[in-house]
């Protein structure tokens, strides 16, 4: 017997190439999962960050929600722009060359893989998201620079297990990681599944690792809550708005790195931002886990095992 065992979607249906249509049947069978009719989030954060893969219903969503909190315009810029602060600061001062981006989006450029493996380029990254547009496009866009590392995990953030266990595939959890999840947590309705989730993965994470988090802010901007509102009549992605509080308290047990909590736009602005400097009511944090980076074991000239720092604290 033979079936379709993998598919690309062009404008929502399912195309299949010549080979695909008889390659032997596999104990499963995927199936499109693609809708067209239905705003997808990533198809329209994609919209909103001037990205071409996303069909009417995304736009016209987008829109919407423009009208309803004019700021959502800039939004994803400002978010991208803190992104690559955050990932430089990373892979420069403190030394991570290991990264978990949950909830990736449709690649772009400035995402966490591009600036990771620009600063560093023996940086190994793990992408991970639940929305098959997303993972089609990693695979097809993301390439690892020569010396680093990329892989792909279709996993919900829901399953923190899963996605430490694939991420093992390519990182090393004896040394630090970096766990980014950037406008992400706003899907996940419940405080208490939001602090089980961190708690899951950071505590894979050894000492010195660090946890990113981008969040959409209640206590900011009223005309958010009209935009959540429309949103959340349209999709089934829920989003929850949360305040500084709530967001902060995430931490507890972490060293905030200055400026701690804050909008994006306020993280460490630098130059290279320019363009980007309207506020826009989201935080942003990033936090390490405290504690003595484990020590790497190398062989010395003398083939004796030894012990190097391969982070600075
Ligand atoms: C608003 S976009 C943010 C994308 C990117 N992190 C950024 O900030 O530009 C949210 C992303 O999270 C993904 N996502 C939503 N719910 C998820 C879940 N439960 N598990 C994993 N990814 C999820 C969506 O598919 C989408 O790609």
């Excluded at 829901?158 to 766990?179: N, S, Y």
């Excluded at 709530?246 to 993280?267: K, M, N, Q, R, S």
């Excluded at 400097?277 to 980076?293: F, H, I, L, M, S």
Aim: aromatic share 6%; hydrophobic share 40%; charged share 25%.
């Amino acid at each position: 017997m033979y079936v379709v065992a993998a598919c690309d979607h062009i404008e929502g249906r399912a195309r299949v190439t010549d080979e695909e249509w008889l390659r032997p049947a596999a104990h499963s069978v995927p199936r499109p999962r693609i809708d067209a009719s239905a705003p997808n989030v990533a198809r329209v954060r994609n919209y909103l960050t001037g990205g071409r893969d996303n069909f009417d219903v995304d736009r016209r969503v987008a829109r919407q929600l423009v009208k309803a909190s004019p700021v959502m315009e800039h939004v994803g810029y400002a978010c991208r722009a803190f992104l690559g602060r955050v990932t430089r600061y990373l892979a420069g001062e403190a030394g991570i060359r290991q990264f978990i981006d949950v909830g990736t989006g449709i690649p772009a450029p400035g995402g966490v893989h591009d600036v990771a493996q620009s600063a560093a380029p023996s940086s190994r990254v793990v992408c991970v998201d639940n929305d098959p547009v997303v993972l089609s496009h990693a695979r097809a866009l993301l390439r690892p620079a020569p010396e680093g590392a990329t892989s792909y995990v279709d996993a919900s953030v829901r399953e923190p297990g899963k996605i430490t266990e694939r991420a093992r595939e390519i990182l090393d959890f004896g040394q630090p990681v970096a766990i980014v999840l950037n406008r992400l947590l706003q899907f996940v309705g419940h405080d208490s599944e939001v602090r089980a989730i961190l708690a899951a993965m950071l505590g894979e994470a050894c000492p010195g690792s660090y946890l990113v988090v981008v969040h959409p802010a209640s206590d900011l901007d009223q005309s958010l809550d009209e935009a959540a509102r429309r949103w959340n009549k349209v999709s089934t992605a829920h989003v929850v708005l949360r305040g500084r509080e709530e967001i902060t308290a995430w931490f507890d047990g972490l060293d905030l790195v200055d400026p701690g909590v804050v909008p994006v736009t306020e993280w460490r602005p630098g130059p290279p931002d320019a363009t980007h400097v309207t506020p826009v009511p989201v935080y942003g944090a990033v936090a390490r886990k405290p504690g003595e980076v484990p020590a790497a074991l190398l062989r010395d000239a003398a083939n004796t095992l030894i012990k190097i720092r391969c982070c600075p604290p």
